[in-house]
């Protein structure tokens, strides 16, 4: 596999289920990105890994849990979500510094009923 | 702060025409780095073009050009030729670049411009 693969494509949940959505980079990156699209709204940056560190959380619930085992895999743990968490959830990974561009995954449509 | 405006929510132009699709940006930092991404209705976002503040020429990537304006902020993308596969949703977004000059790369995103390519 190439690229950024990202795991499931589509997810449906309940308010009490406890998902995870798994993204894998094939790059040789060491920064890697969780974002959030919702409709009609610009992407919303949640979280950014520096070479397996957490250095940015951009104000999210704590029923959003990040993991980043090593550079090239990123993880998005759900709990106790709500309907208004229903969005595109994109990962994106990046060489840390300079003027690199990101490279985003397909997402995962996640509907939470 | 950092902010991304694109004022265009839809855009048409007809197959081979040339379209620009704006966006402005608003940030306090000297050095940063603007970028625009292709969303299909796919979902993946595809990245286009790059432009760092202090590149002096615009960018270029085939078909598409960017027409950097930094005193006025604003860093449209241009289309030239446009195919029906250009059909999707166009990204705007701006990196900052800390202090110490390394960025975190943190992408600011604007709202999107949706671009329709009539046969």
């Known amino acids: 596999e190439t690229g950024v693969t990202q795991t499931p494509r589509h997810l449906v949940m309940g308010m009490t289920n406890k998902k995870s959505l798994k993204c894998e980079q094939h790059l040789g990156h060491n920064a890697m990105y969780w974002y959030k699209q919702s409709a009609k709204k610009p992407l919303e940056l949640m979280f950014v890994y520096n070479f397996k560190e957490q250095t940015e959380n951009n104000s999210v619930p704590s029923r959003f849990s990040p993991e980043c085992p090593n550079s090239s895999h990123l993880f998005l743990h759900l709990h106790t979500l709500q309907p208004e968490d229903s969005a595109l959830y994109l990962c994106?990974?990046?060489?840390?510094?300079?003027?690199?561009?990101?490279?985003f995954g397909p997402g995962t449509r996640l509907t939470v009923t | 702060a950092q902010k991304i405006t694109q004022t265009q929510p839809g855009m048409f132009v007809q197959e081979k025409e040339a379209v620009t699709l704006d966006c402005t940006y608003d940030?306090?930092?000297?050095?940063?780095?603007l970028f625009w991404y292709k969303q299909p209705s796919s979902g993946e976002m595809i990245f286009l073009i790059y432009?760092?503040?202090?590149?002096?020429q615009n960018a270029t990537e085939g078909r598409y050009s960017l027409n950097f304006q930094k005193a006025r902020k604003s860093a449209n993308l241009v289309i030239s030729a446009s195919q029906l596969g250009d059909s999707a949703m166009y990204f705007c977004a701006m990196r900052e670049v800390n202090a110490g000059g390394t960025s975190y790369g943190k992408l600011t995103f604007g709202q999107g411009t949706i671009l329709t390519v009539h046969p």
């Open positions: 940030t306090s930092d000297q050095s940063y780095g």
């Open positions: 432009q760092g503040s202090y590149d002096e």
């Open positions: 994106a990974s990046s060489h840390p510094s300079g003027p690199y561009e990101q490279y």
